[in-house]
C-alpha cells in the first residue's frame, strides 16, 4: 500500500510540474492543484464503486407488452407474434430475457391469438388425438383361383 502511495506522489509532482511548466498557476493555488490531481489520481486507481451494469430498463411496462394479437419486446418496443427468434438475434434465451427484464416466470413468447390459431390448426389435422381401433370388418371370402373357379363352373354347368 506504501508503495501505491509513493508510486501516486510521484505522478503527481510530474503532472503538477508538467502543468506549472505551461501554465501561470499563483502560489496560493498550487497546494490545492496538487490536492486535487492526487485525489484525482487515487479515485482513478481506487475500484468502481458499482461494478455491476445498470440493468437494462424495458421500452415499455410488462403488463403493457401483452396484447391478444402481439407481444411488444421490451428491448426494441416493436410488436412480435413470436418472440423466440427475435431475443435469440439480440442475444437472449427465453429465461435471460425474463431476468433481464424482471418479468414473471410465466410471461408468453407466443401471443395468444397467434397460439390459438396454432392450436386450432393442429386440431383441425388430428394432431393430439389418438389413434382410433380400426373398425373391423367382416373377412372377405377369399378369391377363388382361375383354375378353381373354371372347375366350379363346369360343376354348375353339368348340374
Known amino acids: 500500500m506504501a508503495a501505491d502511495t509513493e508510486n501516486l506522489i510521484a505522478l503527481t509532482a510530474d503532472?503538477?510540474?508538467?502543468?506549472?511548466s505551461h501554465n501561470s498557476v499563483a502560489p496560493?493555488?498550487?497546494?490545492?492543484?496538487?490536492e486535487n490531481v492526487f485525489l484525482a489520481l487515487q479515485a482513478a486507481g481506487a475500484p468502481a464503486?458499482?461494478?455491476?451494469?445498470?440493468?437494462?430498463v424495458g421500452a415499455v411496462?410488462?403488463?403493457?407488452?401483452?396484447k391478444a394479437d402481439r407481444l411488444i419486446s421490451m428491448i426494441d418496443g416493436k410488436p412480435y407474434k413470436m418472440l423466440k427468434r427475435h431475443l435469440s438475434l439480440n442475444g437472449y434465451t427465453p429465461q435471460s430475457y425474463r431476468e433481464t427484464f424482471g418479468l414473471p416466470r410465466d410471461y408468453p413468447m407466443v401471443a395468444a391469438e397467434y397460439a390459438q390459431k396454432r392450436r386450432d390448426l393442429a386440431h383441425k389435422i388430428g394432431l393430439g388425438r389418438k389413434p382410433k381401433e380400426e373398425l373391423k370388418k367382416p373377412a372377405r371370402k377369399p378369391r377363388l383361383k382361375k383354375?378353381?373357379?373354371?372347375?366350379?363352373?363346369d360343376i354348375v354347368a353339368d348340374t
Open 15 to 20: 503532472i503538477v510540474a508538467a502543468h506549472v
Open 28 to 34: 496560493e493555488a498550487l497546494s490545492s492543484l496538487i
Open 49 to 56: 464503486a458499482d461494478d455491476q451494469p445498470a440493468k437494462p
Open 61 to 66: 411496462s410488462a403488463r403493457a407488452s401483452v
Open 147 to 153: 383354375a378353381a373357379a373354371v372347375a366350379r363352373m
